[in-house]
């Protein structure tokens, strides 16, 4: 076989996995998507954000912020940022604590409806994730709020540095808006399978694999999910999600190692665009990003000490279902 017609082979089956997995993957996202539409023309968010009131002045949040974080769990970042956005012109300005700590929070648990129903495709049950998520966020928060009020840090008001641009209000525009936001994760996902395929070809893939392994061997996660796993943790849980659900599908994943390696994307993904939208709002990268990373490995090397040794009949147990 000559040089062109390998890669010409290659560049087939880039286009054929970017198709099947993206069908997958909207296959699970559009219902979603509407569905949280429906609920936050119904007010049901709003009343969520009601809610969670108690538990943000808990943190050493105000009450409002329980809307942006409700926001936030059901819709996206953007719509969260807006609504923070639109709340502050009518409050006292937070801190780069309050909001290091929100941002946070948000980090570890939003979008929930789409993200959580793409993690249940591929295998895990969806409380165990859910559960694992917003325990997370709550717990560091709970812990950024003690430390930096104990020690006097980022007490000063936080600096709002950009602000999105409102989607016009209409169900045209929303449809329009969602459109061009399925269209970009198509693309993104060409992108990503293409690398995987030349990350192949070039030998990286081994090495990666080799120089994570020791690392994510602490955390039961293999070298076929490796760089998987690591296209997760850096731009988004979408996306590896959606790869590993081609290679569940394959059957070279075992179940706990799908499971660990969603478990760390769930709770640490998407670290480079995240974090900057969070850092655009003011607050901290320590804590939303060095302290969050330290963070997350430490729940997941916990859980796999806890859960790790159990018998594969018990795990699927409370940990497992029939996927689709």
């Known amino acids: 076989m000559t040089i062109n017609s390998r890669w010409a082979n290659v560049l087939k089956d880039v286009w054929k996995d970017s198709i099947e997995i993206s069908f997958e993957l909207f296959k699970v996202m559009i219902p979603v998507v509407i569905l949280v539409k429906i609920l936050q023309e119904l007010g049901v968010i709003t009343v969520l954000g009601d809610w969670l009131t108690p538990l943000m002045q808990f943190l050493g949040l105000p009450g409002y912020t329980g809307l942006v974080w409700a926001t936030a769990l059901f819709t996206n970042f953007y719509a969260a940022v807006l609504v923070y956005i639109n709340l502050m012109g009518d409050v006292e300005t937070l801190s780069i604590a309050q909001v290091t700590v929100l941002t946070s929070m948000m980090l570890f648990a939003h979008s929930l409806p789409v993200e959580l129903r793409i993690v249940q495709k591929t295998g895990p049950r969806i409380w165990s994730i859910g559960l694992l998520r917003v325990g997370s966020a709550i717990?560091?928060?709970?812990?950024?709020?003690?430390?930096?009020?104990?020690?006097?840090?980022?007490?000063?008001?936080?600096?709002?540095?950009?602000?999105?641009?409102?989607?016009?209000?209409?169900?045209?525009?929303?449809?329009?808006?969602?459109?061009?936001?399925?269209?970009?994760?198509?693309?993104?996902?060409?992108?990503?399978?293409?690398?995987?395929?030349?990350?192949?070809?070039?030998?990286?893939?081994?090495?990666l694999q080799t120089l994570l392994e020791p690392i994510l061997r602490v955390l039961s996660i293999s070298k076929q999910a490796t760089n998987l796993t690591v296209i997760g943790i850096t731009l988004g849980l979408a996306y590896g999600g959606g790869l590993i659900l081609k290679e569940a599908r394959s059957g070279l994943l075992s179940t706990k190692d799908i499971y660990f390696s969603l478990a760390l994307m769930s709770i640490f993904h998407s670290a480079i665009e995240d974090t900057l939208l969070m850092l655009l709002l003011g607050a901290d990268w320590v804590g939303i990003l060095v302290c969050r990373f330290l963070f997350s490995f430490f729940v997941l090397w916990l859980l796999v000490k806890i859960v790790g040794h159990w018998s594969e009949s018990r795990f699927n147990f409370w940990f497992w279902h029939q996927t689709t």
């Open 139 to 207: 717990v560091y928060g709970y812990i950024l709020h003690l430390v930096q009020s104990s020690m006097g840090w980022n007490q000063q008001a936080a600096q709002l540095v950009w602000e999105p641009s409102p989607i016009e209000p209409g169900i045209a525009n929303w449809v329009l808006s969602e459109i061009e936001n399925f269209f970009w994760i198509f693309v993104i996902l060409v992108g990503l399978v293409a690398l995987m395929k030349i990350l192949d070809e070039s030998g990286t893939t081994k090495f």
